[in-house]
């Protein structure tokens, strides 16, 4: 199995959790909720924490990388708003807009399938709004870069960061063979203290495949 495949595989596997979970369950509440009264009542806006951290270097062998963006909720009594970019209620229809303060920082992207989705650029503070029915609620996101990039072998991470504050098993595992008999071994999912919410996903070969800040990732499929 190449790299790629590997964290191919990966990411497919987050997916399919991620997306079986959302079915599932109701809205949650998220890190951060941000009401907004508009003419109508009260809409919710839900994100993630007030960071997301990028790469020093991210590969772009996935067509998609989450670990660069987060994606903005909006609901209104409970329900998601129409392809989170309108809320609709009797006749009334209210568009929704996101700005970014700082595009060099975190601009949102112009994909009409993925509204209020952001991708995060350069490291740097940038404030984000979202507006309704001439009502505007915002907040301040922190984007931070951290020392290394996917490819990074964990000993090399160990040497910046130290041990990890927690270690667990990331519920998945990789073929190995050994001596012509193959073999499933499970990887593992590496946290820090020094940054909140993100998951540094480790492969049985000691190789850093994957990063994920669980609360942006879990609010992205909540909004697909």
Same mark, same amino acid.
């Given at each position: 199995?190449?790299?790629k495949d590997f964290t191919l595989n990966k990411s497919i596997s987050i997916i399919c959790g991620l997306l079986?979970?959302?079915?599932?369950?109701? $809205?949650?509440?998220?890190?951060?909720? *941000? =009401? %907004?009264?508009?003419?109508?009542?009260?809409?919710?806006v839900h994100i993630g924490e007030q960071t997301v951290f990028i790469l020093s270097d991210p590969k772009q062998d996935l067509e998609r990388n989450d670990w660069d963006?987060?994606?903005?909720?909006?609901?209104?009594?409970?329900?998601?708003?129409?392809r989170n970019k309108e $809320?609709?209620?009797?006749?009334?229809? *209210? =568009? %929704?807009?996101?700005?970014?303060?700082?595009k060099s920082i975190a601009t949102f992207?112009?994909?009409?399938s993925f509204v209020g989705e952001f991708i995060c650029k350069h490291p740097g503070k940038t404030r984000i709004s979202i507006s309704i029915d001439h009502r505007t609620s915002?907040?301040?996101?922190?984007?931070?870069?951290?020392?290394?990039?996917?490819?990074?072998k964990s000993k090399d991470l160990l040497q910046v960061l130290g041990n990890p504050d927690q270690k667990s098993k990331d519920g998945s595992s990789s073929p190995h063979t050994?001596?012509?008999?193959?073999?499933?071994?499970p990887g593992e999912v590496w946290t820090y203290q020094k940054y909140p919410g993100?998951?540094?996903?480790?492969?049985?070969?000691?190789?850093?495949?994957?990063?994920?800040m669980s609360e942006w990732s879990s609010l992205m499929f909540f909004t697909y």
């Open positions: 199995m190449t790299y079986c979970l959302c079915l599932s369950a109701p $809205i949650k509440s998220f890190a951060l909720n *941000l =009401p %907004i009264p508009t003419s109508i009542g009260q809409v919710d963006r987060g994606r903005i909720l909006v609901t209104f009594r409970e329900t998601k708003a129409w $809320i609709r209620f009797d006749q009334i229809h *209210l =568009p %929704i807009t996101y700005t970014s303060s700082n992207t112009n994909d009409k915002s907040f301040d996101l922190d984007v931070i870069q951290l020392p290394f990039s996917v490819g990074t050994i001596n012509g008999v193959t073999v499933w071994v993100l998951k540094f996903y480790v492969d049985p070969w000691g190789t850093i495949v994957y990063t994920e």
